[in-house]
């Protein structure tokens, strides 16, 4: 749902250049919780459904992201939480790249790419061996997104989720 305050911010955002956006990528504190789930359940909704798996990542991030070595990026504009990213432990060497979106009316202004930039950069902090994701044919925009920054297409077997039709990694080159 957007209030007028939104959607007037939506229009004057179109209308700033993309260069100037002043897109702030922050850490998850517990206060954004709201704002974390909203932006997942509304992609999720849009193309599939919140399924039983998935509600404990929304209700509790701390618990089920944080407390388990994980970590969760958010995109800050003007103060509004307009996007996320998580990134989840498998083991010390690999992490699973998740609950990435951005709001509908945010699309299209690069805070997919910045989000990205993020954990991407966390991944190479943490000295990870990759990075998995899984996702669906459907989602054409993050796919472009996920190959622009090098991650390839491997065998998909036993998904977590029914949606996940695409399991797609990256791999990084130890120094």
């Given at each position: 749902?957007?209030?007028?305050?939104?959607?007037?911010?939506?229009?004057?955002?179109f209308?700033?250049?993309?260069?100037?956006?002043?897109?702030?990528?922050?850490?998850?504190?517990?206060?954004?919780?709201?704002?974390?789930?909203?932006?997942?359940?509304?992609?999720?909704?849009?193309?599939?459904?919140?399924?039983?798996?998935?509600?404990?990542?929304?209700?509790?991030?701390?618990?089920?992201?944080?407390?388990?070595?994980?970590?969760?990026?958010?995109?800050?504009?003007?103060?509004?939480?307009?996007?996320?990213?998580?990134?989840?432990?498998?083991?010390?060497?690999?992490?699973?790249l998740?609950?990435?979106?951005?709001?509908?009316?945010?699309?299209?202004?690069?805070i997919?790419?910045?989000l990205?930039?993020?954990?991407?950069?966390?991944?190479?902090?943490?000295?990870?061996?990759s990075?998995?994701?899984?996702?669906?044919?459907?989602?054409?925009?993050?796919?472009?997104?996920?190959?622009?920054?090098?991650?390839?297409?491997?065998?998909?077997?036993?998904?977590?989720?029914?949606?996940?039709?695409?399991?797609?990694?990256?791999?990084?080159?130890?120094?």
């Amino acid at each position: 749902m957007f209030n007028s305050r939104s959607i007037h911010k939506q229009k004057n955002i179109f209308n700033m250049e993309r260069e100037k956006i002043n897109v702030q990528i922050i850490s998850y504190e517990d206060s954004h919780r709201d704002a974390f789930r909203e932006i997942n359940y509304q992609w999720l909704t849009q193309y599939f459904e919140v399924t039983e798996y998935d509600k404990p990542f929304f209700e509790n991030p701390r618990k089920e992201i944080l407390d388990k070595n994980g970590y969760i990026f958010l995109a800050s504009l003007e103060n509004e939480i307009v996007g996320s990213v998580a990134l989840e432990r498998i083991t010390d060497k690999e992490y699973t790249l998740a609950k990435m979106g951005v709001k509908p009316g945010f699309q299209g202004l690069r805070i997919g790419q910045l989000l990205m930039d993020k954990a991407l950069e966390k991944a190479e902090e943490l000295n990870l061996d990759s990075l998995v994701l899984y996702t669906n044919h459907q989602l054409v925009q993050a796919l472009n997104l996920y190959c622009k920054y090098g991650f390839r297409f491997e065998r998909l077997e036993n998904p977590l989720v029914e949606r996940a039709t695409i399991k797609m990694v990256k791999k990084f080159i130890s120094s």
